[in-house]
């Protein structure tokens, strides 16, 4: 269903005017409390001044990420850089300032780069630095956290104005944390979450069944859903669902049809298990008699049974497909892409990292138990590098980050770069993780960076502060000028962002391209799954063609084709397209005809590359468990630059830098290199209320398409074609 109902608009009506400022009270998401502010209390607030040569910085950055030019690979020292971009006038204007203000020079801290200036303020100096009143907020949808920001906007002295393009920790709000690793159990929270502010019951017919997440696992898929009891209402007693409400829930029936074999049918009858979940009764069921990577379609009607009345079956609820695959290892992952089992990085110069926000930390007993059950051997298993916090609890985000790109690339000295909040407001800012990377020495910096965080493209400078896009444009540039790969996840809500406010849409007006995705200085990875179904002809049910026997291949993730979420790609609203890529995306808008009047033709087009990003295996707390989301994608596509890198750095070769240029210059010339997906759509979102789908999306077509890139790596001719499409390398 593609629309709101009238009720469901009303709802979003109201949501979406709690999201305005009103008297100064309320800012995207974030109320302001009566709670007096201790003037003493610290703030933290980031001066980026304005760079210089950028048109320069700009044109050096194509030169030495081109594989055809003479440049090719040859970056610039930190001396170069700096002097290139550096802004010591500025620096020293604004600092000179602060001093005069009385600010401490102790708690001014400089970069290396010469063109930010982070300082540490209280509260009264901010108040009267910069004329404004600070106040604390907490945010409509996370009570527990907390904010220090002025309730209204502010003005540069005019003595650093011209010196300054953006200062963050005044007046920006940030959105809430949006990781990329999907879970059930952080499905059927953000899940739940939606429908609650949806108010997706109101309305339901009697003894109707609203399905919360299904998750499918081998042969078998774990059904949470919601009832509406037969007198109308929504129960209230967990423990006899519906008792009070016209009739107990009894049980649910589950009917489900194979949709490439229709007679292919299984049926389970089964007593709910029920509890409370924020608000709302939440109850389980597990259906079992799947086969494996074969789309179903589940039809779902709750018994009730009246005090003294005869039983009562509620309407059937038609469910989206799903497909129950087998859990993804180390060895199953290095065998889709052809990867020697004993595969290591050639040299321990090939180094890697995966950054990490929102207190998502990492176990090193898990990180270690994870290498004993996959049976993978590593040199560096004991050498993490840890940059910033790393503490209880641990984050199921950072395991899967750091277990697989370690994991796939063994032999890689890893750091862990873990970037700390100034508040218990977390904030996914990206940009200062690339100033703390760049301010390191250059032998700390790790040359492949994994990165699974992002948002809406249109919600970068709304939230965090107007030009903080641009400048992180600037910054990726700079670190690929160092010799820096930077990889990042490309969302896990279709093409739409279909994550409802207020980080991502909630309608189908248009699609919405994600950050840092539409950056063209980043390299994107989308994700796919596991199956032998990998050819579209697989799922004509009128053909008939029986598909199961054959290799296992790759399909995108999307809901349309049994999967709980889709994989994110499209075409950017505020970048436009990169130049590396415009022979392989004209040959897809060819094929797409009048469809292009939906999207921005002239926007880059993402993701760039893809790896499978489903049923991936972690062990969290001790325990294995199963993890999605383009967040495993992300660190498997890095883990196999990883080995490219260290290939290329015992002979003595430049380190990749930024791949992108090479990347489709390979797929250009040496096709092979890459597994192309053919199937997919990415027209839905993930599970929650309507809309889950759209009426329209992108198609998985030969070729490079948004929604795998250019496809899934063939490590042995990726990494031997590397080389050979480098003009001054040959």
């Given at each position: 269903?593609s629309?709101?109902t ?17 008297d100064?009270?309320s ?6 409390t009566?709670?007096q502010?201790?003037k ?13 040569n950028?048109?320069k ?14 440049n090719y690979?040859?970056?610039l020292?930190d ?6 971009v550096?802004?010591p ?9 602060l ?5 401490s ?18 509260v ?15 945010h409509?949808?996370?009570?527990n956290?907390?904010?220090?920001r002025?309730?209204?906007p502010?003005?540069l ?7 300054v ?9 940030p959105p ?9 159990e952080?499905l ?5 979450d939606r ?8 309305g339901?017919?009697p ?10 696992d081998?042969?078998?898929v ?8 037969p007198n109308?209402k929504?129960p ?5 669902v ?8 009894q049980?649910?029936?589950v009917?489900?049809?194979n949709?490439i ?11 709910p298990?029920c ?5 709302k ?20 009607s709750?018994?009730f ?16 497909p799903t497909?129950?695959?087998p ?10 892409y ?18 990490e ?8 007993a898990?990180?270690?138990t994870?290498?004993?059950?996959m049976g ?7 050498n ?29 000295p890893?750091?862990y770069?873990?970037?700390k909040a100034?508040?218990t407001?977390?904030?996914?800012n ?14 700390k910096r790790?040359l492949i960076?994994?990165?699974?965080y ?12 107007k030009?903080y896009?641009?400048?992180?444009e600037?910054q990726f540039?700079?670190?690929a ?11 896990d ?8 406010p ?8 248009r699609?919405?391209?994600d950050?840092?995705s ?9 994700a ?5 179904f990998?050819?579209p002809?697989?799922?004509?049910d ?15 993730v999307?809901v ?9 790609g ?5 970048t ?8 392989q ?7 797409q ?5 939906f999207?921005?033709k ?9 790896a499978?990003?489903?049923?991936l295996?972690i062990?969290?707390?001790g325990?294995?468990m199963?993890?999605d989301?383009?967040?495993?994608s992300c ?10 890198n260290g ?7 430049p380190p990749l830098g ?15 290199a890459?597994?192309?997906?053919t ?52």
């Amino acid at each position: 269903e593609s629309t709101e109902t009238p009720h469901h608009m009303f709802s979003l009506l109201l949501l979406l005017a709690a999201f305005a400022v009103c008297d100064g009270t309320s800012i995207n998401g974030w109320q302001r409390t009566s709670a007096q502010v201790d003037k003493s209390q610290p703030m933290v607030v980031t001066f980026f001044l304005q760079q210089n040569n950028l048109e320069k910085l700009d044109k050096m950055f194509w030169d030495v990420s081109d594989p055809d030019s003479d440049n090719y690979g040859k970056y610039l020292s930190d001396t170069e850089i700096t002097s290139l971009v550096g802004n010591p006038t500025a620096e020293k204007i604004v600092t000179q300032w602060l001093s005069e203000q009385d600010v401490s020079l102790n708690t001014i801290h400089r970069y290396r780069t010469r063109d930010a200036l982070k300082v540490h303020l209280s509260v009264e100096t901010v108040e009267r630095l910069f004329s404004v009143k600070v106040h604390q907020f907490k945010h409509l949808f996370a009570t527990n956290r907390t904010i220090l920001r002025t309730a209204t906007p502010f003005s540069l002295h005019p003595h650093i104005r011209s010196h300054v393009s953006l200062v963050t920790g005044l007046h920006d709000f940030p959105p809430l944390p949006k990781t990329r690793a999907i879970t059930r159990e952080s499905l059927l929270n953000k899940a739940l979450d939606r429908h609650i502010m949806a108010d997706s019951m109101s309305g339901m017919a009697p003894g109707s069944v609203q399905l919360v997440i299904q998750f499918p696992d081998n042969h078998e898929v774990k059904i949470s859903f919601m009832v509406t009891c037969p007198n109308g209402k929504e129960p209230t007693d967990a423990n006899a669902v519906c008792a009070n409400e016209g009739g107990i829930l009894q049980a649910l029936t589950v009917y489900g049809r194979n949709m490439i074999r229709p007679h292919d049918t299984f049926q389970t009858e089964a007593q709910p298990d029920c509890a409370m979940q924020k608000g709302k009764i939440v109850c389980n069921v597990v259906a079992t008699g799947l086969k494996s990577y074969e789309p179903y379609v589940m039809e779902l009607s709750a018994a009730f049974m009246p005090s003294g009345g005869p039983p009562i079956n509620g309407p059937w609820f038609v469910t989206p497909p799903t497909v129950a695959t087998p859990w993804q290892t180390a060895d199953s992952v290095k065998a889709l892409y052809n990867i020697p089992e004993d595969e290591t990085v050639a040299t321990t110069d090939s180094t890697s990292s995966v950054g990490e926000f929102e207190q998502q930390y990492y176990s090193q007993a898990d990180l270690e138990t994870w290498f004993q059950l996959m049976g993978v051997r590593n040199t560096q298993l004991k050498n993490v590098t840890v940059v910033g916090p790393n503490h209880k609890p641990y984050g199921d985000e950072a395991s899967l980050d750091i277990q697989w790109l370690m994991g796939l690339a063994p032999g890689s000295p890893m750091t862990y770069w873990s970037v700390k909040a100034t508040s218990t407001a977390e904030i996914d800012n990206i940009l200062e993780w690339g100033y703390q990377v760049m301010n390191a020495t250059k032998n700390k910096r790790p040359l492949i960076n994994s990165l699974s965080y992002g948002m809406t493209e249109v919600n970068v400078d709304k939230y965090l502060g107007k030009g903080y896009m641009a400048r992180s444009e600037v910054q990726f540039k700079i670190m690929a000028l160092s010799g820096l790969t930077i990889l990042i996840a490309d969302g896990d809500e279709g093409a739409y962002d279909l994550g409802g406010p207020p980080m991502s849409a909630s309608t189908c007006d248009r699609p919405h391209a994600d950050w840092p995705s539409n950056s063209q200085h980043v390299t994107s990875v989308g994700a796919t799954f596991a199956t032998p179904f990998a050819e579209p002809i697989c799922y004509n049910d009128k053909i008939g063609i029986d598909c199961s026997g054959q290799p296992i291949r790759e399909a995108a993730v999307g809901v349309d084709y049994g999967m709980i979420w889709t994989t994110g790609g499209g075409f950017s609203n505020f970048t436009k397209r990169a130049p590396y890529q415009q022979k392989q995306v004209e040959h897809y808008m060819e094929k797409q005809g009048n469809f292009s009047i939906f999207y921005n033709k002239m926007g880059r087009a993402y993701p760039d590359v893809s790896a499978v990003g489903h049923a991936l295996t972690i062990v969290q707390n001790g325990k294995t468990m199963q993890v999605d989301g383009t967040s495993a994608s992300c660190p498997i596509f890095a883990a196999v630059m990883t080995l490219i890198n260290g290939q290329r750095l015992i002979r003595k070769l430049p380190p990749l830098g930024f791949a992108n240029p090479l990347l489709y210059k390979i797929a250009e010339m040496h096709p092979e290199a890459f597994n192309d997906v053919t199937v997919g759509n990415n027209r839905c979102g993930a599970f929650g209320p309507p809309p889950l789908c759209c009426p329209t999306g992108y198609d998985a077509e030969p070729g490079w398409d948004p929604l795998t890139g250019l496809g899934t790596p063939n490590y042995p001719e990726l990494k031997a074609a590397a080389n050979k499409v480098v003009k001054r390398f040959n």
